[in-house]
């Protein structure tokens, strides 16, 4: 019997601990701890709610605009204010774009060094590999000289004895399967990326002036002004242009590169179509709206619950059932409830844990910095996996009929979207489905400046006079890595209490007071390890999460002095 412990997992955002229990080569058990405390939640309170969402997108510079549209959401939703169709496009076309950038980034700088060995790719033959990618699609950087240029590159890397990008890897490990060919092509694709993403990313820059932390949103609308005889204006013909430009090249790298490669990979790996399960419960918030944020029927994700890997139903989706249990979070609820609603919810930290250095975390007491939220009371997995899940049980297209297309190409039934593969695949296709969907939404936009309808912004009720005196708001999104909510409650027009529920507290949470374990913990079970002092089966199922603790948790002062941000000037 051993213990594994992880510390920190890399490839990822923030700071993520796993402990795993090895019996006879595989786990046993597993624990999931975040090792930061969250303290914007604290730093918002008191302030105007119209700022919020500028302060909380800080929360995390990868996922960047995610928090700062939930948070502009959750003010709108408790002062009743309905934004104008032209910003519902923007914030779409922000939201679809940080989608599928990330997407990208996960699968080839998170992900794909889990199952590319980057080593064996200096064996490779350019020629061949050439024939392969060709084969795979007509992606422009196919030609054997391409390849041995970049074989080349790699070469130079190991002989300096600095490998940059790729020292992080079990190189040799047992586990790795493709051959020289694709792990070279894979590598390709790899700096590819890099370029795709930088240039892709432009599209923040044109709607909300940077990237990361955009600046235009507003509580009502959104400040990126229309004009289509202005030069000078945020979004004109021209600029207009060039997003359409920017997203046709990433359809072009999602569907030439992205998901080629994702389907290439699988093919050597099959048996991680039945590993990394989890818990089988699926949850979607929903999101990408057609119409109003009223209208749930008219969002591109479908909103909803699937149990127990049911895809022949889905239940409605109901924000009231959400509650946060703290039984092994590092803290405490004032009136001791095991569980809350998040607006009701607290953040009061209460570090109990071992003092480091330590060998291993007390979890049979409290051992993470991220809550454990639950849906009536049971464990829920979120994410792109979830979003596909619930959309193929309601019979949502286009998304049904991709995941069909799909399995029939890979001649599997739909339980293999249960798994470790199931999740990364299920990015890929969610990639193509919304770059695919963002011509749609960036059309309406032009047809709205053709015909002068320019309103960005909802002044009705800007005025803080004009609020109730109490109220509160929800407000959602569907972020990459699965559903975010922002809770909100306003008091005399200042924020008198705020909550965050991300992705990867669902989903990294550890056990709540009935010993449920959360998804990461949940998915490792029954893993097997090859070798325990290189456990790349733990992270390729960890990974295929795409954690972000920075969202779940962030830094607390160990010398207990309360931090607030500069005052904006």
């Known amino acids: 019997m051993a ?43 008191n302030r105007d709610p119209r700022e919020a969402w500028y302060w909380l997108q800080r929360i995390c510079s990868v996922c960047t605009v995610v928090h700062a549209l939930a948070s502009v959401r959750a003010v709108e939703d408790a002062l009743q204010i309905e934004v104008p169709d032209n910003a519902r496009l923007v914030r779409n076309l922000i939201a679809s774009a940080q989608l599928v950038q990330d997407h990208v980034v996960h699968f080839y700088h998170l992900q794909a060094l889990d199952w590319v060995d980057v080593a064996s790719a200096l064996k490779a033959d350019p020629v061949k590999t050439a024939q392969i990618a060709n084969s795979l699609s007509d992606w422009a950087k196919s030609g054997s000289s391409h390849f041995r240029a970049v074989q080349t590159t790699v070469r130079t890397l190991v002989e300096s004895g600095q490998l940059s990008v790729f020292a992080n890897g079990y190189w040799g490990h047992p586990a790795y399967r493709l051959p020289p060919e694709v792990n070279l092509l894979a590598v390709s694709h790899y700096l590819d990326a890099l370029e795709f993403q930088r240039d892709y990313i432009r599209i923040h820059a044109a709607l909300g002036g940077k990237n990361p932390h955009l600046q235009t949103f507003l509580v009502g609308g959104m400040s990126t002004a229309m004009d289509p005889d202005s030069p000078q204006a945020p979004l004109n013909p021209e600029r207009l242009q060039l997003l359409r430009t920017l997203i046709e090249m990433g359809r072009q790298f999602v569907r030439q590169v992205y998901v080629p490669d994702v389907l290439a990979v699988a093919g050597f790996y099959p048996d991680w179509f039945t590993r990394g399960e989890g818990v089988g419960n699926f949850l979607s918030y929903g999101d990408f709206p057609d119409k109003s944020m009223h209208d749930p029927s008219a969002f591109f994700f479908p909103a909803g619950v699937v149990r127990k890997r049911d895809i022949s139903a889905v239940q409605p989706f109901s924000p009231e059932k959400v509650t946060e249990y703290v039984a092994r979070s590092w803290y405490e609820y004032g009136d001791n409830k095991p569980a809350k609603h998040p607006f009701e919810g607290e953040t009061k930290p209460t570090y109990t844990g071992p003092t480091p250095p330590y060998d291993y975390l007390n979890v049979d007491q409290k051992y993470s910095w991220l809550k454990a939220p639950r849906y009536e009371n049971e464990v ?77 912004h909802n002044g009705a009720r800007w005025d803080p006079d004009s609020w109730p005196s109490s109220c509160r708001g929800f407000g959602w999104h569907e972020a990459p890595r699965g559903s975010l909510g922002h809770w ?69 002062d160990a010398r207990g002095r309360r931090w607030q941000p500069v005052e904006a000037t």
């Open 488 to 556: 909100v409650e306003i008091e005399n027009g200042a924020i008198r209490n705020y909550q965050v529920v991300a992705p990867t507290t669902w989903n990294g949470g550890p056990r709540d007071a009935m010993g449920q374990r959360g998804p990461y913990e949940a998915a490792l079970i029954k893993h097997p390890i090859a070798d325990p002092d290189k456990p790349l089966e733990l992270l390729r199922t960890i990974h295929s999460f795409d954690p972000c603790l920075a969202c779940a948790v962030q830094v607390v």
């Open 3 to 45: 213990r594994i412990v992880v510390d920190p997992l890399t490839r990822i955002e923030g700071h993520l601990r796993i402990e795993a229990q090895v019996e006879g080569g595989v786990i046993s058990d597993a624990w999931s701890s975040g090792t930061m405390f969250r303290g914007l939640e604290l730093v918002v309170r």
């Open 380 to 456: 829920m997995e979120l994410g792109p996996l979830a979003r596909f899940v619930v959309a193929y049980a309601a019979g949502k297209q286009p998304a049904k009929g991709l995941v069909d297309t799909v399995l029939a190409q890979i001649k599997q039934p739909p339980a293999v979207l249960f798994s470790t593969l199931g999740r990364i695949a299920a990015r890929a296709l969610e990639a193509q489905l919304v770059a695919d969907k963002m011509p749609d939404w960036l059309h309406q936009l032009e047809d709205n400046l053709g015909r002068r309808e320019l309103t960005m």
